[in-house]
């Protein structure tokens, strides 16, 4: 069981380290192509983000972004694998921050082809999330019952 377990692990993270290591290749000096498709949509966030924290406040830089996920993917991915809550945790907050920016299908309407094709990426990304819920609660279930076992008595002569 230990053994597909790991490798269920591997093949669940090598969604997330190998998208992070093409980002990584692809980065250059603007931040590569996630930079460019995710800065329109960064301009609405940050749009947003003034209206209801005022002018002044945060400005998102895309190449930031681009960068956070980067490190978020590659770093979550690895301990992941390893069966660390931590690297499950930190796939949990790439997704939790990137799904509803980079797949806006609120922003089309019913009947346009975008809708569908981002409708389906945000849920196949709210699916990985869960997927990361189920570990977490499956690696705190099994903690508790190792926790909960009697030690056996020994016997007496």
């Known amino acids: 069981m230990g053994f597909f377990s790991f490798l269920?692990?591997?093949?669940?993270?090598?969604i997330f380290i190998l998208s992070a290591?093409?980002?990584?290749?692809d980065f250059g000096v603007d931040g590569g192509p996630a930079a460019k498709e995710l800065d329109p949509k960064l301009v609405v966030v940050n749009r947003f983000l003034a209206s209801k924290l005022g002018e002044g406040s945060a400005n998102l830089d895309v190449k930031h972004v681009v960068a956070a996920s980067l490190v978020l993917k590659g770093a979550g991915g690895l301990i992941?694998?390893?069966?660390?809550?931590?690297?499950?945790?930190l796939l949990m907050f790439y997704l939790l921050y990137i799904t509803p920016v980079l797949f806006d299908f609120y922003n089309y309407k019913f009947g346009e082809p975008?809708?569908?094709t981002l409708l389906q990426d945000f849920l196949q990304n709210v699916a990985l999330f869960g997927a990361l819920l189920y570990f977490l609660g499956?690696?705190?279930?099994?903690?508790?019952r190792k926790l909960k076992k009697?030690?056996?008595?020994s016997k007496a002569a």
């Open 21 to 25: 290591w093409q980002m990584y290749n």
């Open 150 to 153: 009697k030690a056996p008595k």
């Open 114 to 116: 975008q809708f569908f």
């Open 8 to 14: 269920g692990r591997v093949l669940f993270a090598s």
């Open 80 to 89: 992941f694998v390893f069966g660390s809550p931590f690297g499950a945790y």
């Open 138 to 144: 499956m690696k705190g279930s099994i903690s508790r």
